[in-house]
């Protein structure tokens, strides 16, 4: 691995965290110089700690024909697929490929001149432990399906940033994919944690594709979530909710318990959205009349979800309809929550009645709808209303369960939204002085009629956020000096949390 040493461009990009025992490594390497027409460039791929390694070619169209690849002592060369999906006109990527070797010889070989810069990707997953804790998670108002347990990012990733800028929308089509990759693996989460590298790293976008992922072990995993517009329908994907089951399922299905995970998923997802999965209506975004539950082939030329599963989707929709319908007949609970603003302008009053005989414990969900953020908060038995402090210019959903002995006694309350104003533009103004800052200091300027903590975060660009100060505001204005001398140049977001309100700001340190 010398010459990776000399002359090469190699871009490590380490993210970790302690608490999750998890190491994640990329690199990005600049081929054409070290590659010889004819001869074999070689590279030890060691995964660690990591289940794989995976990794993918960026390079212009015309150099794609130009390289084999193959892993050393597999015999024959391999041509490279293009990945439709990913790739533009101008700008061509190979399929996400996997080792998953201890340590592995990956040659590559040129058969003509290059003639534009050629990448290679390669990503170390690393590990995440499995610290979730076990919880009841939401279901929607108009759907007595419940969401099913999933693994959310902190779960999977967290150290992967989500969409800084999510696009909010109402799915009316739900879009069934394959990853179109290995059918096994040691660890699934560090395979969704590649794919989420490839769109993001890799292609550019904001955040992994799919709106939910499913392994077929059946553990469902959180990608942009059930509201925010993906990156996975034929560039059409207003309206769109997609779902990957993980695979290659051209000439196999899927297992029963992904089957049966899909359909879980589904049936909370299509009561949701009020999607009707044997129903053709027009999806407005590509303009085509799709049934309910479609595939990804239905919106472009693309073989996903391959040819197998696809053959299957009939029977997965009438599945899915009778799961919706027996959903529909159950007993409605008799837990009932309401809301009311409290004295201070972000805070709401949640009140509730009714539920099981003998009820031990409450335990509240309380719901970004605009993030997909979710906190809980319990209670005992003999509580019956609480007040939350929530953020300005934010829709919420709040609903509250409660159990009795045995525990499996639980019953779920209504769903209650609430929706806060934004702060006044003329009471409220915010500023940092001097932007660029180039000495020790700079000056934090809030100004509102607001009186209570205030606390200062530096947030890097990898999505973490670091706490720099706290402060009593007491007066209309408060001036705050704040020290920037351990942290080294770069752009930084100035997070400023007060009263249950976010603010932040970018600040650039020279």
């Not at 340590?103 to 979730?132: I, T």
């Not at 469902?220 to 990156?231: D, F, S």
Request: aromatic letters at 10%; glycine letters at 6%.
């Amino acid at each position: 691995m010398d010459w990776l040493k000399t002359g090469m461009i190699v871009c490590l990009a380490w993210m970790a965290s302690g608490l999750w025992a998890q190491d994640m490594q990329r690199e990005k390497l600049l081929l054409n110089d070290r590659m010889e027409e004819g001869k074999s460039l070689e590279l030890t791929v060691e995964r660690g700690a990591s289940a794989h390694v995976s990794f993918f070619f960026e390079l212009q169209p015309i150099d794609f024909p130009q390289l084999r690849w193959r892993f050393a002592g597999d015999g024959e060369w391999k041509r490279l697929k293009r990945e439709p999906h990913l790739s533009t006109r101008d700008l061509w990527f190979s399929q996400l490929l996997y080792s998953t070797e201890k340590e592995a010889q990956l040659e590559v070989q040129l058969e003509g001149d290059l003639k534009e810069p050629v990448f290679l990707h390669l990503f170390y997953p690393g590990e995440v432990e499995n610290r979730r804790e076990d919880r009841v998670d939401f279901r929607t108002e108009d759907c007595e399906c419940p969401r099913p347990e999933m693994e959310d990012r902190s779960d999977w990733c967290p150290s992967c940033p989500e969409n800084p800028a999510p696009f909010i929308h109402e799915p009316t089509h739900l879009i069934v994919h394959h990853s179109d990759g290995a059918n096994s693996s040691q660890d699934w989460p560090a395979v969704v944690r590649s794919i989420w590298d490839f769109h993001v790293n890799g292609r550019g976008w904001d955040d992994i594709g799919y709106n939910y992922l499913i392994d077929p072990n059946g553990e469902i995993y959180v990608g942009r979530g059930r509201e925010v517009r993906g990156a996975h329908f034929c560039a059409n994907n207003d309206e769109a909710l997609g779902v990957c089951v993980l695979g290659n399922y051209t000439t196999t299905l899927p297992t029963s318990t992904a089957r049966d995970a899909w359909l879980t998923l589904s049936a909370w997802a299509a009561c949701d959205w009020e999607i009707s999965p044997l129903e053709r209506s027009l999806h407005a975004s590509s303009g085509l009349n799709l049934f309910g539950v479609s595939g990804h082939r239905d919106g472009c030329n693309t073989e996903c979800p391959g040819g197998q599963l696809y053959s299957e989707l009939p029977d997965w929709r009438s599945s899915l309809r009778d799961e919706m319908d027996a959903c529909a007949e159950e007993e409605p609970d008799s837990l009932q929550l309401s809301a009311v603003a409290s004295s201070f302008p972000y805070r709401v009053r949640l009140e509730w009645e009714g539920g099981p005989i003998n009820t031990d414990r409450y335990l509240l969900h309380i719901r970004n709808t605009e993030s997909g953020l979710a906190r809980q908060e319990e209670f005992s038995g003999d509580v019956t209303q609480c007040e939350v402090d929530v953020q300005a210019g934010v829709k919420y959903e709040f609903e509250i369960l409660a159990f009795a002995s045995p525990e499996s006694d639980v019953q779920r309350s209504n769903i209650v939204e609430w929706e806060t104003e934004d702060w006044n533009p003329e009471e409220e103004s915010i500023s940092v002085s001097p932007n660029p800052v180039a000495e020790t200091t700079f000056d934090l300027v809030l100004t509102n009629t607001y009186s209570g903590n205030v606390d200062v975060y530096w947030v890097g660009m990898d999505g973490r956020a670091k706490q720099l100060s706290s402060f009593n505001k007491q007066n209309t204005t408060l001036s705050a000096k704040i020290n920037r001398s351990a942290w080294p140049a770069g752009v930084y977001n100035l997070l400023v949390r007060y009263g249950g309100q976010t603010q932040t700001l970018r600040v650039i340190l020279i």
